[in-house]
């Protein structure tokens, strides 16, 4: 059985973004990008508005501000991988067009050295890596794909990419999160819902959501068993009430701890 969804925080994002579950501080992490916000909603206390994130640049990506970082997540070793797209937000904030293929897939190690392991990106979303370690997931919104890829735990490289989850018939895919069992939640902007997806790529469910544009959703709570999921209210049709809003699902599957970024500073 899982929940239904439950409006948490109606934080009226523009394009809520980033989620991610910090089990020693008991709290969630997510940001608005277009508003340069980060908010914190601790499970022993409230939601804290959000922060002005702009700070000093950890890894600096060419051809900015032409391009901008969209999603990213530590991997099982501690390096962080971050993909790329057009960047799609003025310096004020308000939302410009996407298109083109100006993104990239990169590796920023502890070190902070940079690898980039793909090129040709519309907009780079979902960086998930399987259970056992093997396999890493990432994804074009607009190609409408999913990939999956071989994940050398070793050496930190990926291989053999082939599609995971592509053509699904409900909007596009954006932000995602893998559970304990394997499977890929991935979250659908323009498609009210999140589809979870087997290890062999059918679709298990279909989770239904009360506004349009999901973008991501990170599994966290002291049992792993909260399912958190941001929206925007970006492009959102004038009946989503909630949208920008975070919201949250009981499952019954655990989710996976959060990787670290394992920074040398220097």
């Not at 508003?35 to 922060?51: I, K, Q």
């Not at 083109?100 to 502890?110: A, N």
């Not at 990939?147 to 989850?165: C, H, K, M, Q």
Request: glycine residues 12%; aromatic residues 10%.
């Amino acid at each position: 059985m899982i929940g239904d969804p439950v409006c948490v925080a109606p934080t009226g994002d523009v394009c809520g973004e980033g989620v991610v579950w910090h089990a020693a501080h008991n709290a969630l992490y997510w940001c608005d990008i277009n508003r340069f916000l980060v908010h914190r909603l601790s499970l022993a206390d409230s939601w804290e508005p959000g922060r002005d994130l702009r700070h000093d640049a950890l890894f600096c990506l060419n051809g900015w501000p032409s391009v901008r970082l969209n999603d990213a997540r530590p991997d099982p070793r501690g390096s962080l991988w971050a993909g790329s797209m057009r960047n799609n937000v003025r310096p004020d904030g308000s939302s410009g067009g996407v298109g083109g293929q100006d993104g990239i897939l990169v590796r920023i190690d502890p070190n902070g050295r940079a690898t980039c392991f793909r090129e040709k990106i519309g907009i780079s979303n979902t960086l998930a890596w399987s259970p056992d370690c093997r396999h890493f997931y990432f994804g074009d919104t607009l190609a409408n794909v999913i990939w999956v890829y071989d994940y050398d735990a070793s050496t930190g490289a990926i291989s053999n990419e082939r599609p995971f989850l592509e053509g699904f018939g409900r909007g596009y895919p954006d932000g995602s999160a893998v559970d304990s069992e394997g499977c890929l939640w991935n979250c659908r902007f323009y498609g009210n819902c999140i589809v979870r997806v087997a290890p062999d790529g059918k679709i298990d469910r279909v989770v239904e959501m009360p506004v349009k544009n999901i973008t991501t959703c990170a599994f966290g709570g002291a049992d792993l068993q909260t399912l958190f999921v941001t929206t925007a209210s970006a492009e959102a049709p004038r009946g989503d009430r909630l949208a920008g809003s975070l919201f949250a699902i009981r499952t019954d599957v655990m989710g996976q701890p959060e990787n670290r970024f394992s920074l040398l500073w220097t």
